[in-house]
């Protein structure tokens, strides 16, 4: 699913302080004209695992065609693994599993998923791939796909230096993907996050082919998952949201030469703005009643819908500081992704980036339901900080900051900086605030203690 836009000019760009152009040499520095939207057919709603079969057929798997299961141990315990293949079976396809997915999978956990395939479907892989599970399933369930159909091993699709940079070219055979969480957006990103262990980081599998052929969203996966967990996925999708809807407009990065090499996260447009500021409502305004009452299928449908919303402005128009702050943290000291984004969003996203528009960061104060009456821009853009962190605080699940999450300390946070500007460029440029490694660091300072 996909459509595109151009705008009627083309403006010369005279002087670049901050590098968002991926492939431009710099005597054809031109400003962006061109967006496009991307997203896998989406089947949304209680009971919408039962269609799962027709959604297969409708991807064109032949009906006597085996597939591959992807998820993990704990959704495999509480039943959804064996509901999700009762469903796919019902209408008369074969379905092997694999529930060794591991959570922030490294390039090794990948490795063995790819093995599994191999050793069990042979070196063209199963007919079907389906992945149910958080991000971390969902990232494993992509990334081995991707290997399957082009051949290799991850790192041969990771970016050097990492890596070795070889372009994904091949889609496939159909994935569905059906998140259990409402946080990530793996469901519908063109991305699989993968750690580096042994160089302490983390990098992606990056490619409109990585992206699923199909989500399916059924808020009756989501009610097994714990209040903790349900807080900590709901920070990584209001990130989602609130950075989506603050990161450069399209038109304000830096055309490429081809537009084979435009990056996947390429600035806000009009479509992200409208999922931007409805996600921000919905996740808002629902996650107190499902941290609370797990049981709310309305909340845990609204918190689910959100997520999406969030993750189609977010990572379409591009996560930002935030996230780039999170990933060396992440990997440094294993946290849940959700959780390092929740302690950092405020002085990042709320924080350092709200003085490079305060008006729409006013706008976001509306949105997560503050009264900003007669207040400056800037007034309101400082309570919509406040309110995100009176909101963690309501949760009561949430750390206060990185010194309660990792026991971080100032003694870290040398390190942490110069990762974030050396290891995350990708979304440092889309960043609505330049930065540098001072800045990096001070804002880490600052996230130590929230309350």
Not at 36 to 62: I, K, N, T
Not at 337 to 366: F, K, Q
């Amino acid at each position: 699913m996909g459509f595109g836009y151009v705008r009627d000019h083309v403006t010369e760009v005279d002087a670049v302080s901050y590098d968002r152009s991926v492939s431009a040499d710099d005597h054809e520095l031109l400003s962006e004209s061109v967006w496009s939207f991307r997203m896998p057919e989406v089947r949304f709603g209680a009971g919408a695992v039962d269609e799962l079969g027709y959604q297969l057929a409708d991807l064109g798997v032949d009906d006597d065609a085996t597939g591959l299961l992807v998820s993990d141990d704990g959704l495999d315990a509480v039943g959804h693994v064996d509901r999700v293949a009762a469903a796919i079976e019902a209408d008369g396809y074969d379905v092997d599993r694999y529930t060794d997915a591991e959570r922030e999978p490294s390039v090794a956990a990948i490795d063995r998923c790819v093995e599994f395939v191999r050793d069990n479907a042979g070196e063209a892989g199963y007919d079907f791939y389906v992945g149910v599970g958080g991000g971390s399933v969902m990232d494993t369930a992509k990334a081995t796909r991707a290997v399957v159909a082009n051949g290799g091993e991850p790192l041969d699709y990771i970016a050097e230096p990492t890596g070795h940079g070889e372009a994904v070219t091949e889609s496939g055979e159909p994935l569905v993907l059906l998140p259990t969480t409402a946080g990530t957006g793996s469901e519908i990103s063109p991305l699989a996050i993968l750690s580096v262990e042994e160089k302490q980081i983390k990098e992606g599998i990056s490619s409109h082919h990585v992206r699923a052929d199909a989500a399916v969203l059924d808020p009756t996966l989501t009610t097994t998952l714990p209040a903790e967990q349900t807080a900590k996925t709901a920070m990584d999708a209001l990130g989602h949201a609130i950075e989506g809807f603050t990161t450069h407009e399209f038109d304000s990065m830096l055309r490429p030469t081809d537009a084979a090499e435009r990056p996947v996260y390429a600035g806000r447009t009009p479509v992200t703005e409208l999922f931007s500021r409805r996600a921000i409502e919905l996740l808002s305004g629902n996650v107190r009643k499902a941290v609370h009452n797990g049981d709310d299928l309305e909340a845990r449908s609204n918190m689910l819908e959100g997520a999406l919303f969030g993750a189609i402005a977010g990572l379409t128009a591009g996560a930002n500081l935030a996230h780039a702050m999170a990933y060396p943290v992440g990997n440094r000291y294993h946290t849940y992704h959700g959780e390092t984004i929740g302690v950092l969003t405020p002085a990042s996203t709320l924080g350092y980036n709200a003085a490079s528009d305060p008006e729409r960061y006013a706008e976001i104060a509306d949105l997560l339901g503050v009264d900003t009456t007669g207040l400056s821009d800037r007034e309101a853009a400082d309570e919509a900080k406040a309110q995100y962190i009176q909101l963690q605080r309501d949760l009561n699940v949430l750390p206060s900051g990185l010194a309660e999450l990792a026991g971080i300390d100032e003694d870290d946070l040398d390190w942490l900086a110069s990762q974030t500007v050396e290891t995350q460029e990708r979304l440092l440029r889309c960043n609505p605030r330049p930065v540098t490694e001072a800045d990096v660091y001070d804002v880490f300072e600052d996230a130590l203690y929230n309350w």
